[in-house]
């Protein structure tokens, strides 16, 4: 007779490692988020990186830090997720074939007629599903085992990934705050500058003529001897 307890953990231990199985997938699933992230987070960078405060002030050494900061964090990040998704051998029950032929022992053992003149008889299906539970089992805790160090690499890179954010942000309103202070400098590096004025005498060498308030006059030919009457 089938034991009810060996129904229900065959079934129990069957449904676990079907979702360690299925747990492969959802890392991958996850991915195009934190590149999109990442990407969006460097073009950033690439776009402030040009534009930083100048290094004589104390803005401008911060601005670096932290820009060394968010593109270590980016490093890191893409490290754990390269990580995450490292192929890995996972342990599966049995091969299909494999199993067949192991039941079809274990019903001819069971039809033997030794074995049914005996008290206690043998059962293809409780040494079937005996069988089926331990792989299930000892499948699911190697799978568990490699599927917590992915989860754990991407959680690592989800937080390194958001500690990159932060800081591209501290990073791009240190830098607005430093120029919308001090406003643009011509000469310093950094920034646009301001349009250089035109000397002072190239207006007054056009003028000159007419300093005096009158407009210089050009005088008429004098009447020819031939036209005089």
Known sequence: MEPPALTHIEKALSDTYRREID????VWRSLPFFTATLALELTALFQIVDRLP??????????????????????????????????A?????????????????????????????????????????????????EA??????????RERSRSIAGLMTICSVLTTLVLVSTSLTYYSQRGPISGDGHGPGQPIPAPADVGRSSGAAG??????????PAPADADRH
């Open 211 to 220: 300093s005096n308030g009158a407009a210089p006059s050009i005088a008429s």
């Open 54 to 87: 100048s290094l004589q002030t104390w803005t401008g050494w911060l601005s670096l830090l932290l820009l060394i900061l968010s593109g270590l964090f980016s490093l890191i990040a893409l490290l754990l997720l390269a990580a995450s998704v490292y192929p």
């Open 89 to 137: 051998e996972f342990t599966y029950i049995a091969a299909e074939v494999s199993l067949l032929d192991y039941a079809e022992r274990l019903i001819r053992e069971e039809q033997d007629p030794v074995n049914q003149g005996l008290d206690d008889r043998f059962s293809a299906v409780v040494t079937l599903k005996t069988s089926l539970a331990r792989q299930y089992a």
């Open 23 to 26: 747990q492969e997938e959802n």
């Open 140 to 149: 699911t805790a190697h799978n568990r085992k490699i599927n917590k160090t």
